[in-house]
């Protein structure tokens, strides 16, 4: 229902946004993964018709987005990267007057308010100033607003950065039973992978203005079930058992770490045996094994060679 | 837009610190500036050269006196140098029959008021002293002189002129004007400042995708800075009316229709600014500068009927503050009419919309 096609978005010395396909079908949700800058926020401007784009199209249920924003903006409810509310005013009075801005009067607005600011959990605390709020309940309000004018589709622009663990627990809980109860298709930008594993069916990677991967949790994952990651806890580092294991034909990379040795291995190798041979023929004392599944992050570190975040 | 629109009052009234510290600042200067100098007049130590008769010396100090503002006090010739030199006054002046001389310490543009005043003087004691002769008949000159005091018509056009000419100098108005005006723009420009505030807070975006038109949103905001920018101006003018005891004169209309036009044109520049910078930071940086140039170029420190530099003048013409401040003191000091301020208000209204023009194209650009 939302696709975009070589999307791409060129600031004066820089390529934000690199050629970007994705799609979102109804009452999908997807996430949008990436480290800071990668051009998430760019991307997703985009989408909702707030930036041009330097070519490429956007299409909702088909139609082109960009020659008419007036197609997707009834349907689009957008969260803003930041607190776009006006901090000197109530929560409730924020909620009101956009409420009043979607064309929402009399007892149906009165209700709608009051509606969305039960979901984000505020009710209680409604009449207090934004200004007086934690960091938590004010993305909850961000959120709120967003809601109000019963949106098919939601767009979130990292909407846990910098808050207290249960009001970004609230807030995942919350996106997961609209997407599951109320059949809303939401697209969730963050830099948390584990986000984006609890709460998306399908997840893409973007680094640099590109896309780098895409796929379900498991398919993404899948990327890296050839091999498996071996941690070696080591008494002491040594060089000359480092040196033998880069012999192995069996083990790809060798890198260090704090406390010993990462190897890579092809999966399914049985390699633990020849491991501990070598290690006592270069009296290097291990002290712990572990063997890793993968994760997105460790995906993401596959396919960039870096963190997602430092 | 109504919804706009009232909310910015409605953000006003938990935010009111800024607009009211505007109308103090105001107030205070207004006190300051027009209230002090009012007190004390001038002080113009006066002497008179030998041959001048000595009963004619108390009529013409008194005269003199009816400039309002100075004090003409008769002295020595050298008594006056001194105080000159001792910097007690700035300068003096040395009265003969037939004309006058300055004694000048310093510069000052006070001179300028009390030059014009006394060659006018003295241009109407020729002038009869003139027509006495041709008489020859001290008759003529009484009859002459009364009927300066109760002119007929034809007398009275020709006081008119030579008023005209005078410089009326209302330090009371003056600083009231001036003041209004220049921390108007204060307020006007950083009500309108919202919208770049607007901009990067992200809730511009939200009123970007939701129903409301872009000119909507403009207009919420425009009308709100030109109605708080009127609402402060005429604050301020009511306050010194009624409880100050300044006298603004009872066209009241006139005036309103001034600000209303003025106000036009401070919110279509503060839209031009808002349209050039895009951060409320750099808005924070500009627009003292701004302001205060404008009122030291425009007349609102100062009369700009004391400027003579050529450049400044032709500056100040693309000043609202000049045209504004011409406008009010013809209605309010001069005693003009709605006819006679038409130029600077069209001036105003020109300006008006070429600001507003450029402002949005360039806001829209981005
Ligand atoms: N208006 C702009 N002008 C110039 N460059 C921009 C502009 N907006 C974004 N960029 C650049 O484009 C790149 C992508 O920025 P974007 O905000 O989309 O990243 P992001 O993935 O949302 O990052 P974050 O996680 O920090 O929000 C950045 O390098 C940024 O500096
Ligand atoms: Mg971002």
Redesign the pocket.
């Given at each position: 229902m939302l696709e975009t096609e070589a999307l791409r978005?060129v600031?004066?010395k820089?390529v934000?946004?690199d050629d970007v396909n994705l799609y979102l079908k109804q009452g999908e949700s997807v996430g949008l993964l990436?480290?800071?800058?990668?051009?998430?926020?760019?991307?997703i401007?985009m989408i909702a018709t707030l930036?041009k784009p330097t070519s490429g199209i956007v299409t909702w249920n088909g139609k082109n987005v960009i020659k008419n924003p007036n197609i997707i903006r009834p349907t689009l409810g957008m969260v803003p990267?930041e607190i776009a509310l006006y901090k000197e005013l109530s929560a409730y009075e924020n909620v009101k007057f956009f409420g009043k801005i979607y064309r929402l009067h009399g007892k149906k607005l009165e209700q709608r308010v009051q509606e969305v600011i039960e979901l984000v959990g505020l009710k209680d605390r409604q009449k207090e100033l934004v200004n007086n709020y934690s960091g938590g309940m004010q993305r909850r309000i961000n959120i709120a607003v967003a809601l109000l004018h019963e949106p098919e589709i939601i767009i979130m622009?990292?909407p846990t950065?910098g808050i207290d663990p249960q009001s970004r627990n609230y807030i995942l809980e919350m996106v997961k039973k609209l997407n599951e109860e109320k059949g809303m298709t939401v697209l969730y930008?963050s830099?948390y992978m584990e986000e984006v594993e609890r709460l998306c069916d399908r997840i893409y990677i973007?680094d640099h203005?590109k896309v780098i991967a895409t796929g379900t949790k498991d398919e993404l994952t899948g990327i890296l079930s050839s091999e498996e990651t071996i941690n070696l806890e080591l008494e002491q580092q040594s060089k000359v058992f480092e040196e033998a294991l880069r012999e192995q034909s069996t083990v790809l990379k060798v890198t260090e770490w704090e406390k010993g040795l990462r190897l890579i291995v092809p999966k399914n190798s049985r390699e633990l045996a020849g491991i501990f041979h070598l290690a006592e023929q270069y009296q290097a004392a291990i002290t712990s094994v572990n063997i890793q599944v993968p994760s997105l992050e460790d995906v993401f570190l596959h396919l960039t060679g870096r963190r997602l975040r430092d | 837009m109504i919804n706009i629109f009232t909310l910015q009052w409605q953000r006003l009234r938990r935010k009111p610190f800024m607009v009211l510290a505007m109308i103090a600042m105001t107030v205070v200067f207004i006190i300051f500036i027009g209230g002090a100098t009012n007190q004390s007049e001038v002080s113009i130590p006066t002497s008179f050269s030998d041959e001048f008769p000595a009963e004619d010396k108390a009529a013409l100090i008194e005269e003199l006196n009816e400039l309002e503002g100075f004090n003409f006090i008769e002295t020595t010739y050298h008594k006056a140098r001194e105080n000159i030199a001792l910097g007690i006054a700035s300068f003096g002046v040395r009265l003969s029959e037939e004309d006058y001389r300055f004694i000048i310490g310093t510069e000052n543009p006070n001179q300028a008021i009390v030059e014009q005043y006394i060659s006018s003087i003295y241009w109407e004691n020729l002038r009869i002293d003139q027509a006495v002769e041709q008489s020859g008949d001290e008759q003529t000159r009484q009859s002459i002189e009364t009927s300066l005091e109760r002119p007929l018509i034809e007398v009275d056009s020709q006081i008119g002129e030579s008023e005209g000419d005078v410089f009326i100098f209302n330090n009371q108005l003056q600083a009231l004007f001036g003041m209004t005006l220049f921390f108007a723009i204060y307020t006007i420009v950083f009500s309108l400042g919202e919208v770049a505030e607007e901009k990067q807070r992200g809730s511009w975006d939200r009123l970007v995708l939701s129903p409301v038109r872009k000119w909507q949103v403009y207009l919420g905001y425009l009308s709100y800075a030109f109605v708080i920018g009127l609402v402060q101006i005429f604050a301020v003018f009511a306050m010194f009316q009624f409880f100050f005891g300044f006298d603004i004169g009872g066209k009241w209309l006139e005036v309103l229709l001034i600000c209303v036009v003025y106000t036009f044109a401070i919110v279509s520049l503060g839209m031009l600014i808002i349209g050039l910078v895009n951060r409320s930071s750099q808005l924070n940086a500009i627009v003292p500068i701004i302001a205060v140039s404008m009122a030291m170029l425009g007349g609102a420190y100062w009369p700009i009927e004391i400027v003579s530099n050529k450049v400044v003048l032709a500056f100040s013409q693309v000043i609202p503050v000049t045209h504004a401040m011409e406008a009010l003191k013809s209605i309010t000091i001069y005693g003009e009419n709605l006819t006679d301020i038409t130029q600077p208000l069209s001036i105003l209204l020109l300006m008006g919309v070429l600001c507003m023009g450029i402002g949005i194209n360039l806001m829209e650009r981005r």
């Open positions: 978005k600031f004066k820089q934000a946004v990436g480290p800071n800058g990668a051009g998430k926020s760019t991307f401007s930036t990267q622009d990292e950065v930008t830099h973007m203005g | -």
